[in-house]
């Protein structure tokens, strides 16, 4: 079983960056792939991006838009999201999961079993 800790998050402004990191809690947090979720103010949570244990695929939100991304260190048991140019928008929880079965990054929430706390991203205009 794995614990996921998020932070990096904050209140900064529109077409700032920001770099989230969720830190996993022992080594099969390496092998299992990671994604980052978001939950905007009165809507579902959705897939903004995840990564295979590699690193070698990654799978991201059609809301991205390329100013995301998601990358990991293993050795320091960490996946990241730098996400640039905010937007209002953009404005979440951000969570990290962890999915232990998969080979490939899903989108589907039931996929992830481990979840972090989250972290709040909060983008003013």
């Known amino acids: 079983q794995a614990q996921l800790a998020e932070s990096g998050g904050g209140l900064v402004h529109a077409g700032d960056s920001l770099r989230l990191s969720c830190a996993g809690s022992?080594?099969?947090?390496?092998?299992?792939?990671v994604a980052w979720f978001r939950q905007c103010p009165g809507k579902e949570r959705e897939i903004v991006a995840a990564i295979t244990w590699n690193g070698d695929t990654t799978l991201y939100g059609d809301f991205v838009e390329g100013r995301f991304k998601i990358s990991r260190h293993n050795a320091a048991l960490t996946v990241f999201l730098q996400m640039e140019r905010l937007r209002p928008e953009d404005t979440a929880v951000y969570y990290c999961?962890?999915?232990?079965?998969?080979?490939?990054?899903?989108?589907?929430?039931?996929?992830?079993?481990?979840w972090g706390q989250g972290t709040q991203v909060t983008v003013s205009s």
């Open positions: 022992n080594d099969d947090f390496n092998s299992y792939v």
């Open positions: 999961a962890a999915d232990p079965h998969s080979i490939s990054p899903k989108s589907a929430i039931d996929k992830y079993l481990y």
